[in-house]
């Protein structure tokens, strides 16, 4: 098991585990990250904003999830993109990426926030059991007009990863 920044090479793989997941569960929707335009290119969009990174989970030479962390405003970040193919639910992956992106962001970031569907209850969980605290709105400027759940957590300055 490997995480590891993303590469161009990856971007397609990534770009197929984020629709897939959405289409199978009928989140392929206006709002959603299904259409966002950065999607064909994750890798570009990710390494040209200060701050910001993609990681992929790999398990045996295949991509089986990532998750972005990118500004939001403010000393605020957004975690973004965490998403897992099927086959790997149910293992720790998320929290685990989940992690990893966390404590790159509190490098930076004082809080992080993030927009899901309360529909995604296991997801929910997952951020709630990491400390979140589900909100009442989105935060102004938000592009996914289709998501009904809204979660932000203060940052705590954390011993860097290697490689940060």
Same mark, same amino acid.
């Given at each position: 098991m490997l995480i590891r920044t993303?590469?161009?090479p990856d971007n397609l793989a990534v770009k197929q585990i984020i629709q897939q997941s959405l289409k199978s569960r009928g989140f392929d929707l206006p709002g959603t990250a299904y259409f966002d335009p950065q999607l064909n290119d994750l890798t570009s969009y990710y390494t040209t904003i200060p701050?910001?990174?993609?990681?992929?989970l790999e398990i045996n030479d295949e991509i089986v999830g990532g998750v972005g962390i990118a500004p939001w405003k403010d000393n605020v970040c957004e975690l973004q993109k965490l998403y897992l193919k099927d086959s790997a639910h149910g293992h720790g992956y998320g929290?685990?990426?989940?992690t990893h992106a966390l404590t790159f962001a509190a490098l930076h970031y004082q809080a992080c926030y993030l927009e899901t569907l309360k529909e995604l209850s296991a997801a $929910?969980? +997952?951020?709630?059991? $990491?400390?979140?605290? +589900?909100?009442?709105?989105?935060l102004p400027g938000s592009e996914h007009t289709a998501m009904d759940a809204w979660y932000l957590l203060e940052l705590q300055e954390k011993e860097a990863l290697h490689g940060y």
């Open positions: 993303i590469s161009h701050n910001a990174a993609y990681w992929v929290k685990l990426l989940m $929910c969980r +997952l951020y709630e059991k $990491c400390g979140f605290a +589900l909100l009442d709105h989105p």
